[in-house]
């Protein structure tokens, strides 16, 4: 997607946050709710967004939808700020 769209959804302290909790392995839409004082829409449109930049996937089983972390792009970023930074790719 681009490294603007991954800086933009890496920007929002809700998403960070989503970010650490999968990183332990994937979650339900429920379980990830269930973790931040903010309503289920508002979680839905940060893990819509992080899905657009690509660091998360999700999978529907049945009802549920599960995320997991596509540490990937992450990968590629750190590569990136690297780079800037004068280190060896």
């Known amino acids: 997607m681009g490294i603007q ?10 998403r960070r946050e989503i970010l650490e909790q999968l990183k332990s392995g ?12 903010v309503s289920g829409a508002a979680v839905s449109k940060h893990l819509s967004v992080l899905k657009e930049a690509d660091l998360i996937r999700d ?7 599960f995320y997991e972390l596509n540490a990937s792009v992450l990968e590629e ?3 990136w700020l ?5 280190e060896e790719k």
């Open 59 to 65: 999978t529907k089983e049945g009802k549920f939808i």
């Open 5 to 14: 769209n991954t800086l933009k959804a890496l920007s929002d302290p809700i």
């Open 26 to 37: 994937r979650l339900s839409a429920g379980e990830i709710s269930e973790k931040f004082p």
């Open 82 to 86: 690297k780079g800037l930074k004068g």
């Open 77 to 79: 970023v750190l590569l």
